[in-house]
Nanobody, 118 residues
């Protein structure tokens, strides 16, 4: 399984970006997908997650500003980010959980940098 993230870049405060993460390989056992982010000197934190059935959850800091979605036919997960703030600056990583009971494994994309300038 390989994850390819894209869509990061430099944006001004209040702007928007849309991240994409395409999953390839043995995708039939992919269940939950998520976006995490890591700012310099800080741990990697969950931003948003989405189950195979479409249930979503968000970090408090991004709720109402970010929207996670997935296109199962395209094996792609998206993160629409609106009203961006300087504190959203981080490397964003997509995550996919592969499950074949009793085995589960988390796959990670390479990360895409989002920089929000004030």
């Amino acid at each position: 399984v390989q994850l390819q993230a894209s869509g990061g870049g430099l944006v001004q405060v209040g702007g928007s970006l849309r991240l994409s993460c395409a999953v390839s390989g043995n995708t039939s056992s992919i269940t939950d997908m998520a976006w995490y982010r890591q700012a310099p000197g800080k741990p990697r934190d969950l931003v948003a997650g989405i189950s195979s059935g479409g249930s979503t959850n968000y970090a408090v800091a991004v709720k109402s500003r970010f929207t996670i979605s997935r296109d199962n036919a395209k094996n792609t997960v998206y993160l629409q980010m609106n009203s961006l703030k300087p504190e959203d600056t981080a490397v964003y990583y997509c995550n996919a959980r592969w499950v074949d009971p009793p085995i589960s494994y988390d796959y990670w994309g390479q990360g895409t940098l989002v920089t929000v300038s004030s």
